[in-house]
């Protein structure tokens, strides 16, 4: 049982980021919705009927809430979720489907188009980076290449 479950908070597409990220990764599913009631129920509902109030899925065998809550909050950088990848293939297949904010890409990190901040890298990030000019060489990338920084490392 997952004791800890990231919460998302999106202003009016949760729907919308379920279905894209179950399209994403793989073992991942949509477990349940409820949308907001008629909004004449609470005056916090103005609006949002017909929007999801608790959404959970999961993605890749981890369980993820979410909820449209409007534009009080938005997605930082401070907080990513990081996707650990056996290769470069999968750094490609991630990267393309994932990073959709060119000016947010750096050093694996990219955004994507809900504002939710992902990392993409191999599963051996800590040993790829072990000497100074593989660090160097890191800190110039996007998108991580694997073969790159194996050549730097050298």
């Known amino acids: 049982m997952q004791k800890i479950i990231p919460s998302l908070w999106f202003n009016d597409n949760a729907e ?4 894209y ?3 994403v990764f ?6 349940h ?5 008629d ?11 017909g929007k999801v109030i608790n959404g959970d899925f999961t993605l890749n065998s981890v369980r993820f809430f979410c909820l449209d809550g409007g534009p009080i909050f938005e ?3 401070a907080v990513s ?7 470069q293939a999968e750094i490609d297949h991630y990267w393309s489907k994932l990073s959709a904010v060119p000016e947010a890409e750096q050093c694996g990190w990219c955004k994507d188009k809900f504002g939710v901040s992902w990392q993409i890298i191999p599963e051996n990030m800590g040993e790829l980076v072990s000497t100074p000019s593989a660090m160097q060489a890191m800190m ?15």
Do not use: Q
């Open 33 to 37: 919705i409820e949308y907001y009631p």
């Open 75 to 77: 997605f930082s950088g």
């Open 39 to 49: 909004e004449s129920i609470d005056p916090h509902f103005k609006g949002m009927s």
């Open 140 to 154: 110039k990338m996007k998108k991580i290449d694997i073969a790159a920084l194996e050549t730097a490392s050298k």
């Open 26 to 31: 793989p073992h991942s599913k949509i477990n």
């Open 16 to 19: 919308e980021a379920m279905n």
């Open 21 to 23: 990220y179950v399209s």
């Open 81 to 87: 979720f990081t996707v650990s990848c056996r290769d």
